[in-house]
């Protein structure tokens, strides 16, 4: 069974700062990317950062320069470090995940449950 379980989020006061994490587990052989999306009340799900194995990473436009994503040592967890946040970052923050098994074909894509983040004053 997979899981990708989120933690970090939660309120904040515009300007403020917040640190989402993300960890896979379960038996799958590697993680070839891995990234977090985001989705506010009534708009559609969207790409905030994504880093794949290699350390290649790239930003939605709205949050370039403000937040940064990484992946820990084990390479099964990603970070995402959230600066000057403001009202509009407010969302659900979803982490993903493309997972590989051996002798399988793939990569197979995963969600997380989410995280509400809320920046308001």
């Known amino acids: 069974q997979v899981q990708l379980v989120e933690s970090g989020g939660g309120w904040v006061q515009p300007g403020g700062s917040l640190r989402l994490s993300c960890v896979a587990s379960?038996?799958?052989?590697?993680?070839?990317?891995m990234g977090w999306y985001r989705q506010a009340p009534g708009k559609q799900r969207e790409l905030v950062a994504r880093?794949?194995?290699?350390?290649?990473?790239n930003y939605a436009d709205s949050v370039k320069g403000r937040f940064a994503i990484s992946r820990g040592n084990a390479k099964n967890t990603v970070y995402l470090q959230m600066n000057s946040l403001k009202p509009e970052d407010t969302a659900v923050y979803y982490c993903?995940?493309?997972?590989?098994?051996?002798?399988?074909?793939?990569?197979?894509?995963?969600w997380g449950q989410g995280t509400q983040v809320t920046v308001s004053a």
């Open positions: 993903n995940a493309d997972l590989i098994w051996t002798m399988k074909a793939g990569p197979f894509n995963y």
């Open positions: 379960g038996s799958f052989s590697s993680i070839s990317a």
């Open positions: 880093i794949t194995t290699v350390g290649n990473t």
